[in-house]
């Protein structure tokens, strides 16, 4: 027992990870040494500071909110079966080889590359000669279509199906860059990724298709930043598109985060003849749990004309 | 079955039922983990919606994916090992990409951090003591950064979960030995860390 060794285990000891013998004998050697034990108090004090941090707590509703959410998700979700199950664990096949001498003595594979998906392949085969494409990494096993056993029983051939990441690269005036654009504002489980897009297509707000998008984004995106971004874009658009105005609307009554609620107050201000918008602000200002939004209310509603 | 608790035999029978599909024996299963699974999301990215999207994510996955389980590990390691790569991937895009946090405005339209607001409702705390709990938690905070995505999910899952570091070494697909070494480079960054904001 030393100090280099006491020094480097003094955190398992005070978390309780050390085992009984180990344990007492730090506690002995701390009890001689010093500067041992000047690290030991220093530790625990640090551990102490560590623990005044603020923990956010699991609230009742955050529960029940998750769990409904959750069981309404698992309505439309399928189980994997059978050889789908390799794209969870592509290597699950091999752990399996190493115990079936069959598969072990020799395997054969012919491979061949595959698209992801209908809509990207649709889209990618047309991609015209000004968008630059290019290939960096390998592909990785999506799925296992096919086994045959040669004869002999020694000798396997497996046909499997890859997926190849590709790059482009184009103009924001491209139409199929911004189908790329609107599938990742949609899709992309990176909130990161979904934000570049709705950022990206910020410019283009006066295609429909795009303010389409935009609204979608608005109305089911899981992260507010997001959220937020799309309200920006569309801000433009409240007064002469009644399907921005209406998404704007709900963001107001609906949304969760007060940030975005409160952006959509603002885009709301410039609806001066809308008896909808009235109305909500109207029970906004009574009833809203939130101070800041009732208050916003107020004030947009003593600002704005009457309906004409 | 000799050395099983009694938990762990119901695990199985429920896993077995919801590899056949019975959502119902699924469910049941998730109200056993959940809340120690939304505890954890939520602490390490200290929103309540990016929590729930790892909630949803996690429990999503292990749903479509619970034909893949062997009874090699239980189940609650199994489900951990799910959360924290999500929760991994969660402070991998965060350290990559700069996400705006989701905003909340005081009744002065002034921006302030959801955290920030956490009061200490323990008995003998003061507005002081508060102050001071808040700055020590942004100094935390600030210090939590230092470290790898790796080094705070281990230290979280020990100092704030309670985990023992084995079972954290099987979320994380590594050995005990490994989660150790990570414990302590992770403490000593973050004694480093405090000790150069004071």
């Known amino acids: 027992m030393n100090c280099d060794w006491v020094r480097e285990n003094i955190a398992l000891y005070l978390y309780n990870e050390l085992a009984d013998d180990a344990r007492h004998e730090l506690e002995q050697h701390a009890a001689r040494c010093g500067h041992c034990a000047a690290e030991l108090a220093e530790m625990r004090r640090f551990q102490e500071q560590m623990s005044l941090r603020p923990m956010l707590e699991v609230t009742p509703n955050l529960l029940a909110a998750s769990r409904m959410q959750l069981q309404e998700a698992l309505e439309s979700t399928e189980q994997v079966r059978g ?226 | 079955m000799i050395g099983q608790s009694p938990s762990r035999i119901n695990d199985a029978e429920l896993i077995r039922a919801a590899q056949k599909g019975d959502r119902a024996a699924f469910e049941q299963l998730v109200r056993q983990y959940d809340q120690a699974v939304l505890r954890l999301a939520l602490q390490l990215t200290g929103t309540e919606q990016d929590a729930r999207d790892i909630y949803q994510d996690a429990f999503l996955k292990a749903y479509r994916n619970i034909g893949n389980f062997r009874f090699e590990c239980s189940f609650y390691t199994w489900i951990y090992r799910i959360v924290t790569n999500l929760c991994l991937d969660h402070l991998r895009r965060k350290q990559v990409r700069k996400e705006d946090a989701p905003v909340a405005f005081d009744e002065h339209g002034q921006e302030y951090s959801i955290i920030d607001q956490v009061s200490d409702n323990r008995p003998g705390a003061s507005p002081e003591r508060d102050l001071m709990r808040r700055e020590l938690g942004a100094r935390i905070a600030k210090a939590l950064t230092k470290l790898t995505p790796r080094e705070r999910m281990v230290f979280e899952m020990k100092h704030y979960q309670g985990l023992k570091l084995r079972t954290i070494g099987e979320a994380l697909n590594t050995t005990e030995e490994t989660a150790k070494n990570t414990l302590f480079r992770a403490t000593q960054k973050l004694r480093a860390a405090l000790a150069d904001m004071r």
């Open chain 1, 83 to 308: 050889w789908q199950s390799l794209f969870f664990d592509p290597w699950a096949w091999l752990r399996q080889a190493r115990f079936s001498p069959a598969l072990a003595a020799v395997i054969f594979i012919a491979g061949f590359g595959g698209g992801i998906g209908a809509t990207y392949r649709a889209m990618m085969n047309h991609i015209p000669s000004n968008i630059v494409q290019e290939q960096h990494q390998e592909a990785s096993i999506s799925g296992i279509r096919n086994i045959i056993t040669k004869p002999g029983g020694k000798e396997v051939q497996i046909e499997l199906e890859k997926t190849l990441p590709e790059q482009v690269q184009g103009s924001i005036d491209d139409p199929n860059i911004q189908n790329l654009l609107m599938l990742a504002a949609r899709s992309n489980i990176n909130s990161g990724v979904r934000m570049d897009s709705v950022d990206l297509l910020k410019q283009k707000p006066d295609d429909g298709r795009i303010r389409e998008s935009l609204i979608f984004s608005l109305r089911y995106d899981s992260n507010p930043g997001v959220r937020l971004k799309a309200l920006e874009a569309l801000n433009g658009y409240v007064k002469q598109d009644i399907r921005v105005r209406n998404a704007v609307l709900e963001a107001l009554l609906n949304d969760n985060n007060p940030g975005v609620r409160t952006g959509a107050i603002k885009a709301l201000e410039q609806v001066r003849a809308d008896s909808s918008v009235r109305q909500a602000l109207q029970e906004l200002a009574k009833e809203d749990p939130n101070e800041f939004i009732r208050t916003e209310s107020k004030r947009v509603l003593a600002s704005c004309p009457e309906i004409d």
